[in-house]
């Protein structure tokens, strides 16, 4: 789901311009393979450590 969201783009969040102004932002999709590899290497990676966190 989180992936699938992720690689889809449109994600909301909050960002700060150059003078610290927050200002909202919103993803983009990933449109190359080597994007997406990265993306799903990092998201796995990140599920270990939140494994290994809790156990």
Known sequence: MVQ???VKGGLRGLGHDD???PRRVKSRAVNGID???K???ALW???ERMAALNS
């Open 4 to 6: 699938e969201n992720a």
């Open 39 to 41: 993306l799903n290497e």
């Open 19 to 21: 003078l610290g102004r």
């Open 35 to 37: 994007q997406d590899i």
């Open 45 to 47: 990676l990140l599920g």
